[in-house]
């Protein structure tokens, strides 16, 4: 299973930018597809989460800002990410909680690589 997050890079203070996970390989189901980030001198943090029936989460600080899409046919997380602030610059990390062909029952855990973001004028 692979994971391929995109979208990061430099945007002004006040901007938009949306991130993509594409998940890809041996995939039953994706029950779970989050997205987490770490910023400089923090730990890794959860930023927003969604289900596969939909339901979703957010942390505080970016509650009314991101929102955490999913596209089940192409196995694919969105985080479209609005009035973006400085305190939002971070590595971003997506995360799924996916069952297998041939293992259906369980489910396993799968981190990407990193997307940067760099919000700053």
Do not use: H
Request: charged share 20%; proline share 2%; glycine share 10%.
């Amino acid at each position: 299973v692979q994971l391929q997050a995109s979208g990061g890079g430099l945007v002004q203070p006040g901007e938009s930018r949306k991130l993509a996970c594409r998940v890809s390989g041996n995939i039953f189901s994706i029950e779970f597809m989050a997205w987490y980030r770490r910023a400089p001198g923090q730990r890794r943090k959860l930023v927003a989460a969604i289900r596969k029936a939909g339901t979703t989460e957010y942390s505080d600080s970016v509650k009314g800002r991101f929102t955490i899409s999913r596209d089940n046919s192409e196995n694919t997380a969105y985080l479209q990410m609005d009035n973006l602030k400085g305190e939002d610059t971070a590595n971003y990390f997506c995360n799924v909680y996916l069952s297998q062909v041939g293992n259906t029952r369980s489910y396993s855990e799968f981190w990407g690589q990193g997307t940067l973001v760099t919000v700053s004028s």
